[in-house]
């Protein structure tokens, strides 16, 4: 049973985990969120504190990816706002928002499929002047295998490189927080595991993280604190072992029966 | 074909094709940030050679010295390019970007292209005439040398020169600088390289920019070869965009070689097939390409990636 391992996980975290921080790092407020007519958020409250990793769990559709485009910039909201560090974000381009320290790993990785893996990486560093050493080191040392495929065309690699490729990329602009849309979509359960410690390894180096994912139980593993997206709204949230327990997230986003 | 006739449309091809390349250029970088056809890139063209006309007349050159001359070749780059430039910055600003604004459909942008490149055609006419005018070489358009006895002029030269040093600059500032890379990031995927921190808006100004200095200077070397006038722009600038196409529309490499293709198909059909298939040329290779492989030659795909 996974809840075994959870004390465990969440122990290392707990005074953060136990109750939503004081000083919130990224807040969303009562943000509500349309493609035309469509309303597709509606009012989430999401708060995300100095150095968690906040899980948005959800079904196809709920919402999550929204979520994530919205806090970069790529949508607006209709109403509510995007607060970093106490100051509204909701609005400014996504340029922008990535210079004040937001960086995001998209859905389906997003690669540029014909520039080399350092290219790629150069891209993520963008918004310095010139692309900063320690920063290309970290990302390699995170990700030796990047590292070996340095000249070779992002299109070329594979599934599991492209997503550490997405991730490493987002790291070089130095985020304070980064945002991740599933990175572990059609990756074998062996990389799966190994690119969610990485993802621990990166928010143990000081990076905030906000994960959105569909493989709740590892991703739980991992996180501090998680929210259950439907249909555009906050269904639950608590703390990763709280939510681990709860019948409702077992039945619904950890596969178990209902009587499990 | 003779031998000699061989060569002697060999020189003239190759400069023509030259200029087909640089004018390319200018429709694969837009086609790569937009997905756009900028029909009205003809008109930037044009523009460059009337900026040119405008300069030069004012100028009281006559035989003038080696160094006069040179000034003077600057002098028209210089007013070519900005002119161009300008043009291009401007169109994008007032066709294109509140088009983007609004998230207008595909068909908008194109008809929107269609209609600047009519207005900046028969604004020219208004303005400066609906005759074609000759634009003063300033300088003597002598043989320099000659190829297995095909002479080459100085104005062939000063063309295929100023046309392979465009074309290097060009591709350094693609695939070697910071600004090339955002222009490459937009063009595979817009949306990501803005979250990478790149000024979406700022990259497409600037690809305008680059396309249009390329094409106003290709209009000032295409009026001294032959004349301006407001229609100058048409044949080159479909030609360019059919050499955009044959190469792989959106690749910059592709568009050189497509343009360099063309130019020579074109000056090789008179002698081949007889002048009245001049025109037509150019257009059979398009359609025998696009038969064989659609997406040009050097093309990897058409549209965008994800
Ligand atoms: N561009 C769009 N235009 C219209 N509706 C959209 C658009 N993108 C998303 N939606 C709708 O908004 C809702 C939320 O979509 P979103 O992509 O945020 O879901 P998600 O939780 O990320 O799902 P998934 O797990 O499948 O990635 C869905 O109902 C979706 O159909
Ligand atoms: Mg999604």
């Not at chain 1, 692309?131 to 030796?144: I, M």
């Not at chain 1, 000249?151 to 304070?176: D, F, K, N, V, Y």
């Not at chain 2, 429709?27 to 009205?40: D, E, K, R, S």
């Not at chain 2, 297995?148 to 100023?162: E, P």
């Amino acid at each position: 049973m996974s809840t075994i391992e959870t004390p465990e996980v969440n122990g290392l975290t707990q005074p953060a985990a136990a109750k939503p921080p004081v000083t919130p790092l990224l807040e969303l407020h009562e943000m509500h969120v349309y493609y035309g007519a469509i309303q597709a958020l509606k009012g989430i409250n999401v708060t995300v504190g100095e150095g968690e990793i906040v899980t948005l769990l959800g079904a196809n559709g709920a919402g999550k990816t929204t979520t994530l485009r919205t806090i970069s910039g790529l949508l607006s909201p209709r109403s509510g706002e995007v607060r970093l560090n106490g100051e509204r974000i909701d609005g400014i381009p996504p340029h922008h928002v990535v210079a004040l320290g937001i960086g995001q790993s998209p859905e389906g990785r997003r690669v540029f499929p014909r520039m080399t893996v350092l290219e790629n990486l150069q891209m993520g560093a963008y918004r310095f002047k010139s692309v900063p050493k320690a920063e290309l080191e970290r990302v390699y040392e995170l990700f030796p295998r990047l590292h070996e495929r340095r000249s070779q065309q992002a299109g070329t690699l594979s599934g599991g490189e492209q997503q550490m490729l997405a991730i490493g990329r987002a790291l070089m602009g130095r985020p304070r927080v980064l945002l991740l849309d599933e990175p572990s979509m059609g990756l074998a359960p062996l990389i799966v595991a190994q690119i969610f410690s990485i993802i621990k390894e990166i928010n143990a180096q000081g990076t905030t993280v906000l994960l959105v994912e569909q493989n709740a139980a590892q991703a739980l593993k991992l996180s501090d604190r998680a929210y259950v997206l439907e249909t555009g709204s906050v269904m639950m949230s608590g703390t990763a072992g709280e939510l681990l327990a709860d019948p409702r997230v077992r039945e619904a986003y950890l596969g178990e029966g209902a009587g499990a | 074909m003779t031998v000699q006739e061989f060569w002697d449309y060999l020189i003239p091809g190759i400069a023509l094709g030259a200029l087909y390349a640089v004018i390319a250029i200018g429709y694969t970088m837009v086609y790569g940030v937009l997905q756009l056809i900028n029909f009205a890139h003809s008109e930037v063209f044009m523009v460059g050679g009337f900026a040119v006309l405008m300069v030069f007349t004012k100028i009281d050159f006559n035989d003038p010295s080696v160094g006069m001359s040179v000034l003077l070749v600057l002098l028209g780059f210089a007013t070519a390019g900005f002119a161009g430039a300008g043009t291009a910055f401007a169109l994008e600003k007032v066709a294109y970007r509140p088009l983007r604004k609004r998230n207008a459909p595909r068909l908008a942008f194109l008809i929107s292209a269609i209609g600047a490149s009519f207005l900046l055609s028969n604004l020219a006419g208004k303005l400066f005439g609906r005759n074609n005018h000759s634009l003063t070489i300033p300088f003597e358009n002598k043989k320099v040398f000659t190829v297995m006895n095909a002479q080459v002029t100085v104005l062939q030269v000063l063309i295929v020169c100023s046309a392979v040093i465009m074309m290097i600059g060009l591709d350094l500032l693609v695939n070697r600088t910071k600004m090339g890379a955002g222009i490459r990031a937009v063009a595979q995927d817009a949306e990501t390289a803005g979250l990478m921190g790149v000024d979406i808006d700022k990259v497409i100004s600037r690809t305008f920019i680059v396309g249009g200095l390329l094409g106003g200077i290709a209009g000032f070397l295409f009026a001294m070869n032959s004349s301006v006038g407001y229609t100058m722009g048409f044949f080159p600038g479909i030609t360019a965009f059919a050499a955009a196409v044959v190469g792989g529309i959106g690749n910059v490499r592709g568009a050189m070689l497509g343009g360099l293709l063309l130019g020579l198909v074109e000056s090789f059909s008179s002698p081949l097939f007889g002048e009245e298939w001049r025109y037509v040329s150019a257009f059979v290779v398009l359609i025998l390409v696009l038969m064989f492989r659609p997406t040009g030659i050097l093309g990897e795909r058409l549209g965008r990636t994800a």
